[in-house]
């Protein structure tokens, strides 16, 4: 039998979206949509952190190796890249014996210690005469 091997124009060029729903029995469109998911959540979540807008990248590449013959190997990889959370400046002092200590070991400590109310002093003013002046 005797196909015509139909041409460029005739054929026309085919959706992206179909051929990466095919590679790697459609693992890599999966990962795919997985990871850009997980991207936009991150980035949603670092913008919202940091009252600002936060930018990222989901990068798909395709790396093919073609034959003299026509056969195609394609191997899919996804990659993502997301700002790093800034971390905070943290303080501590050493203490005598070495050791991290949010308290500073040279600090004097005062005395300190709790003081009874007397109820007699305190008077609770109806809501009316609380905003009033005198």
Same mark, same amino acid.
């Given at each position: 039998?005797n196909?015509k !091997?139909? =041409? &460029?124009?005739?054929? +026309?060029?085919?959706?992206?979206?179909?051929l990466?729903?095919? /590679?790697?029995?459609g693992a890599l469109?999966? @990962?795919?949509? @997985?990871?850009l998911? @997980?991207t936009?959540q991150?980035?949603?979540?670092h913008?919202?952190?940091? $009252?600002n807008?936060?930018? #990222?990248?989901?990068?798909? =590449?395709?790396?093919?190796a073609v034959s003299?013959k026509g056969?195609v190997?394609?191997?899919? =990889?996804v990659? *993502?890249? !997301?700002? &790093?959370r800034k971390a905070?400046?943290?303080h501590?002092?050493?203490s005598p #014996? +070495?050791n991290? *200590?949010v308290?500073?070991?040279?600090?004097q400590?005062?005395?300190?210690r @709790? /003081?009874?109310?007397n109820? $007699?002093t305190?008077i609770?003013?109806? $809501?009316?005469q609380?905003?009033r *002046?005198?």
């Amino acid at each position: 039998m005797n196909e015509k !091997i139909k =041409t &460029k124009a005739e054929e +026309g060029v085919r959706s992206a979206a179909v051929l990466l729903a095919q /590679v790697d029995d459609g693992a890599l469109n999966a @990962e795919f949509s @997985e990871r850009l998911h @997980e991207t936009v959540q991150k980035l949603y979540e670092h913008a919202v952190e940091t $009252a600002n807008d936060a930018k #990222g990248r989901v990068s798909l =590449t395709l790396d093919l190796a073609v034959s003299e013959k026509g056969f195609v190997g394609l191997r899919g =990889t996804v990659e *993502t890249k !997301i700002p &790093k959370r800034k971390a905070s400046l943290s303080h501590f002092w050493i203490s005598p #014996g +070495g050791n991290l *200590t949010v308290e500073n070991p040279r600090q004097q400590k005062l005395p300190l210690r @709790e /003081v009874a109310g007397n109820a $007699a002093t305190h008077i609770d003013l109806p $809501a009316d005469q609380a905003t009033r *002046t005198v």
